[in-house]
C-alpha cells in the first residue's frame, strides 16, 4: 500500500529558509501535494506538483521532486512567525482519487 | 481558489445522539467529495469517498452505519455520526475536487465533534 513519511519536527529562525522532507512510496503517484494546517483550522493548498516536473517555484515556496527517489521536499524562503503551522505533504493514490497524507511536520518560528 | 464550506465548526453532543456535518463547494461542483477524521497531533486518515448521487465508498475499519454519508447534489455532501459515543470525538475534514480542473482537492475548516 502506499505510505508518506516525514519528520515530525523542524524549528527555524525567523528570516531563515525552512525545508520539510517527505518520502512516499507509490511510484504511480501522479500528483504530489502540500498543505498547511494552523492550529484548530482545516487544510490550506500551498502548492501541487505534477510527478513529471522535478522543480516548482512559487514566490517564497519552493518544490523540488526526486522522483527516482521519491522524495518531495518544499523550502520556504525568508521564514516568518506566520508560517509557524503543521506541514502536510500528500499524494494522490493508485485509484487517482482520495490523498494519502503524511503525518505532517511542525514548523516552529522563532523572533 | 476554489472554497469549500464546512459546518458546524464546532458541536458538543451528548452520548446517544446523532450530529451531521455538511460540507459544501461554494463555487464549483464536486462530483467526489471525502470525509477524513483527524485525531490530536495525527495525520489525516481518509473514512470515505462521498459519490454524488450513488453509495458511499468506506474504508476499511469503518461503519458505515455509524458514519452515514449522504451526497445528494453536486454541491453537498453530509457525514452524520450517529448515536455517538465519547471514542467518536475527534476533527472531521471534508474535501472536494473540483469536476473540471481535478487536479486539487480543497478542504473544508473543520468540525471539531465532542461527545460527552
Known amino acids: 500500500g502506499e505510505d508518506v513519511e516525514q519528520s515530525l519536527f523542524l524549528s527555524v529562525r525567523e528570516g531563515d529558509s525552512s525545508v520539510i522532507n517527505c518520502t512516499y512510496t507509490?511510484?504511480?503517484?501522479?500528483?504530489l501535494y502540500w498543505y498547511k494546517q494552523e492550529p484548530g483550522a482545516g487544510l490550506q493548498l500551498l502548492t501541487y506538483i505534477f510527478s513529471n516536473m522535478d522543480m516548482k517555484q512559487d514566490q517564497r515556496l519552493t518544490v523540488l521532486l526526486n522522483k527516482k527517489d521519491k522524495h518531495l521536499s518544499l523550502r520556504i524562503a525568508d521564514t516568518q512567525t506566520g508560517d509557524s503551522a503543521i506541514y502536510f505533504c500528500?499524494?494522490?493514490?493508485?485509484?487517482?482519487?482520495?490523498?494519502?497524507f503524511g503525518k505532517g511536520t511542525t514548523l516552529s518560528v522563532s523572533s | 481558489g476554489a472554497v469549500v464550506s464546512q459546518h458546524p465548526s464546532w458541536v458538543i453532543c451528548k452520548s446517544g445522539t446523532s450530529v451531521k456535518i455538511e460540507c459544501r463547494s461554494l463555487?464549483?461542483?464536486?462530483?467526489?467529495m471525502f470525509w477524513y477524521r483527524q485525531f490530536p497531533k495525527q495525520s489525516l486518515m481518509l473514512m470515505a469517498t462521498s459519490n454524488e448521487g450513488s453509495k458511499a465508498t468506506y474504508e476499511q475499519g469503518v461503519e458505515k452505519d455509524k458514519f452515514l454519508i449522504n451526497h445528494a447534489s453536486l454541491t453537498l455532501s453530509t457525514l452524520t455520526v450517529t448515536s455517538a459515543h465519547p471514542e467518536d470525538s475527534s476533527f472531521y475534514i471534508c474535501?472536494?475536487?473540483?469536476?473540471?480542473?481535478?487536479?486539487?482537492?480543497?478542504f473544508g475548516q473543520g468540525t471539531r465533534l465532542t461527545v460527552v
Open positions: 474535501s472536494a475536487r473540483d469536476n473540471v480542473g481535478y487536479t486539487e482537492a480543497f
Open positions: 507509490d511510484s504511480s503517484s501522479t500528483y
Open positions: 463555487d464549483f461542483q464536486a462530483t467526489t
Open positions: 500528500a499524494e494522490r493514490n493508485q485509484a487517482g482519487t482520495a490523498l494519502i
